[in-house]
């Protein structure tokens, strides 16, 4: 049973350009979040969604950031015109259902830098 | 506002050396702790979740606890191999976790 799977695994872009970051879940999830850990930083919360819909989008910078988990295929997390704070790793989250408490499976993550 | 605090920043131990990390929360409608290992450049690997106080999960070398206030993680005789960064998540009814800013243990041979 594979487990999350995000790609690429490292992207580079330069101020401006649009980022595409995309995350398969564990086969039988539909839950999946989307982290952030910013150097130095701890891993902070971006966004929750299912099958398309958003559930929780209350860790999302108000511009430029955009989530999606489509009916067919990967759930993918859009950065428009980055800028070079937005140099971090996004790690993808799973889990199965709904019922409180429930662990979170992480893929190995998107490192993303910004020159 | 809810809040996770983990102590000690770094840990350095030597090997066989057991000892505890700590992980403080403040949080209203508690709905599960987890505990994660962090290798670098890699993601977050599921360890444990406790649901209420006085609950304990062990796992090789590593034991869980829980009380209304805080968990902690035991090291029992630690290897080498037990040095990563240890991370502490408290999740509210609505499904996002909130992280501590983790423990870096390093273990000596």
């Known amino acids: 049973n594979a487990g999350v799977m995000q790609n690429p695994r490292h992207l580079v872009r330069r101020r401006g350009q649009e980022a595409r970051l995309r995350c398969s879940p564990m086969?039988?999830?539909?839950?999946v979040y989307w982290y952030r850990q910013l150097p130095e930083e701890g891993l902070k919360f971006m966004v929750y969604l299912q099958k398309e819909n958003i559930i929780d989008e209350s860790g999302m910078p108000k511009e430029r950031f955009s989530a999606e988990f489509p009916k067919e295929g990967p759930s993918i997390l859009r950065i428009q015109q980055v800028v070079r704070g937005d140099s971090a790793a996004y790690f993808c989250?799973?889990?199965?259902?709904?019922?409180?408490?429930?662990?979170?499976?992480f893929g190995p993550g998107t490192r993303l830098t910004v020159t | 506002e809810d809040q996770v605090t983990q102590s000690p920043e770094a840990l350095r131990l030597q090997e066989g050396e057991s000892s505890s990390l700590n992980c403080s929360y403040t949080?209203?409608?508690?709905?599960?702790l987890f505990w994660y290992r962090q290798d670098p450049g890699k993601g977050p690997e599921f360890l444990f979740t406790?649901?209420?106080a006085g609950e304990e999960k062990e796992k090789e070398r590593l034991k869980a606890t829980l009380t209304k206030k805080e968990s902690f993680l035991h090291i029992t005789a630690p290897k080498p191999e037990d040095s990563a960064t240890y991370l502490c998540a408290v999740r509210r009814l609505g499904g996002k976790l909130i992280f501590g800013q983790g423990t870096e243990l390093s273990v000596k041979p």
């Open positions: 406790l649901y209420s």
């Open positions: 949080v209203s409608g508690l709905r599960g």
């Open positions: 086969k039988g999830h539909s839950h």
């Open positions: 989250a799973s889990s199965p259902g709904t019922s409180g408490g429930e662990e979170q499976y």
